[in-house]
């Protein structure tokens, strides 16, 4: 055996002599302290608890279709905990279940508040603590009367559910109205917007980006008309000259050879009719307008001008051979007769007033000096609008930048319009969805229980408490007690007290008178202990049912 084993032997035998020699100390406190915790525990008031619960339901419309704009988690719990538990709800409460009547009279106000909210407890259920809303609560109420404590919390129960449906309601219908305001800026400053946008355009029309190609196609079709108009004015001029230089050719002509006329371009002696003359001014004619349909479609004004000028042509051409027919009729009629036919010709001819040929052409050429004028003109408007296109060209990059500026600042804005415009009607579905409480809401479905049980004082936690307590308190005693004793009560404590020796040791001789005496106190001790323990038993048993 180890020096260790036997101090621990020693301490134990130690501890078992001084329980042995002060069993009466350790056994009349702890009785004592039972019995008076148990008395103290029969006399405290019952407290009873009623809970509810309520299960926090989720809204009916799934949220894929209606966004909700608010859900139910801790710190809206909190925010409704501070409206349900606020001091003018819980004195009314007080007043309508006369609670805390005792109270009242040694107690504040205030005091009274702190008091009932410490009776209510609140306790929030998750499933899945990752997420933040609730799934249930449970409120309980503790009160002296088990009706009370059930009256109240269904008192509280109700609040909670009608301030949750308040709550979301105003919640809704706030942010729907603030939505609104922000709608209404919004659109607003869009059409601001848009009428900046819509001046800019017309003010720079045709200078626009979106029109380049426009302008472009214009340009290249103006200059191409420029290019005609050109070419169209050349040849009137050139037309100009041969008309003038036939004029000049066939009076001159007419007055030396009556009934012919000298071609332009061609030897004096060759001389033809006038009929030919106009026929090859028909053919040019017609070689011109078939140019001018691979260019222009038949409705072009060119080409109903050189319509017309044929037209005028075929007619000369036909009163030329009717004045040739007449002539050779005159010169077959005889010799007497001819000369004087003739000589009234030549004088005839003499008179450009009265020579068909002659009028035919200066009607020519007043209608090319017409052409040549609205040709000059027409030139000159198209040179004008070629440079107002090229100007435009020249000023798109400048427009498209400040335009780019505009659009940004419109685009945001229309952007911004059109999320406030979803928001709003999200909002709008949401706030109806609440007032016809189709949202997210509590439901009670556990409602208010009436307590049998009280749930405090808790008398068996008290009288085990106390019979504990009065053990640790006998043991401290006797602990004291046997400090203050100088008997021996053992060969070692000689042993210890005194450095000499133990030599010998003398058993305890008891007579028989003696043995008699000492079993009988032993027996009575017994059964005096028993007693005690079973009326500190009996007692306990007696709270706890009565409790």
Known sequence: MTDSDENKGEILERITGLVRRRRWWIILAASATALGTSAVSYWLPN??????TILVVQQQVPERYVTPTSSTDIKSLDAMTQDVLSRTQLLRIM???????KEKRRLAPEELVDLMRRDISLKPVQSDPQRKDLDALKISFRADSPHLAQQAASRLTTLFIQQNLKTRQDLATTTTSFLHKQLDAARTKLADQEQRLRDYKMQYLGELPEQQQGNLGMLSGL?????????????????????????????RISRDVPGSVLVPNQPVSRAVTPTEVAERDLARLQSEREQLLTIYTPKHPEVLRKDQQIAQTVRMIDRLRV??????????????????????????????????????????????RLEIENLTKGEQQLKQSVSQYEARLNLTPVREQQLTSLLRDYDLTKKQYADLLDKEQQSQLATTLEKEQEGQQFRLVDPPSLPIIPSSPKRLKIGLGGAAAGIFLGLALAFLREKGDSSFHGEKSVSQRFELPLVVGVP?????????????RRALEWVAGSAIVVAVCAAELYVLRQG
């Open 47 to 52: 407290r009873y608890d009623s809970e509810a």
């Open 95 to 101: 007043d309508e279940l006369a609670l805390y009547p």
């Open 223 to 251: 200059e191409s008309q420029l290019q005609n108009a050109s070419s169209s004015l050349s040849r009137a001029l050139q037309q100009k000259l041969y008309l003038e230089s036939l004029l000049a050719q066939y009076q």
């Open 323 to 368: 004045d040739e027919i007449a002539a050779k009729t005159t010169e077959a009629s005889g010799p007497t007769t001819q000369q004087p036919t003739a000589a009234h010709s030549a004088a005839k001819q003499l008179r450009p007033e009265d020579n068909a040929v002659v009028a035919q052409l200066n009607s020519q050429l007043e209608a090319n």
């Open 508 to 520: 305890q001789l008891l007579t028989k008178a003696e043995g008699r005496t000492r079993a009988f």
